[in-house]
Nanobody
Framework: QVQLVESGGGLVQPGGSLRLSCKAS????????MAWYRQAPGKQRELVAT???????NYADSVKGRFTVSRDNTQNTVLLQMNSLNPEDTAVYYC???????????????WGQGTQVTVSS
């Protein structure tokens, strides 16, 4: 069974930084694109950043220049470094990955359980 587990959320003051981590575990054959999404109260889930298995990244306009996504393929981990946080970044952040498990030749989309990020003074 494959699962994604996030960590690193919390409460931070405006202008502060947080680093989120997401580790994939289980019977994993391959991990393809990994991504971070977020969902604020009363809003739809939105894409924050993506990173391919080769390291190509893409960001939402609202976080460009402030957030950095990276991954460690040896540890099946994706990170999100968030700097210059503002109250509009408050949301539950979810990890997402395309994974082929050893038990299948298909690639499936997996989600983490989410981690709360609150930016407030």
């Amino acid at each position: 069974q494959v699962q994604l587990v996030e960590s690193g959320g919390g409460l931070v003051q405006p202008g502060g930084s947080l680093r989120l981590s997401c580790k994939a575990s289980g019977s994993i054959r391959s991990i393809y694109d990994m991504a971070w999404y977020r969902q604020a109260p009363g809003k739809q889930r939105e894409l924050v950043a993506t990173i391919t298995s080769g390291g190509t990244t893409n960001y939402a306009d609202s976080v460009k220049g402030r957030f950095t996504v990276s991954r460690d393929n040896t540890q099946n981990t994706v990170l999100l470094q968030m700097n210059s946080l503002n109250p509009e970044d408050t949301a539950v952040y979810y990890c997402h990955a395309g994974i082929t498990p050893w038990t299948s030749r298909n690639t499936y989309a997996y989600w983490g359980q989410g981690t709360q990020v609150t930016v407030s003074s």
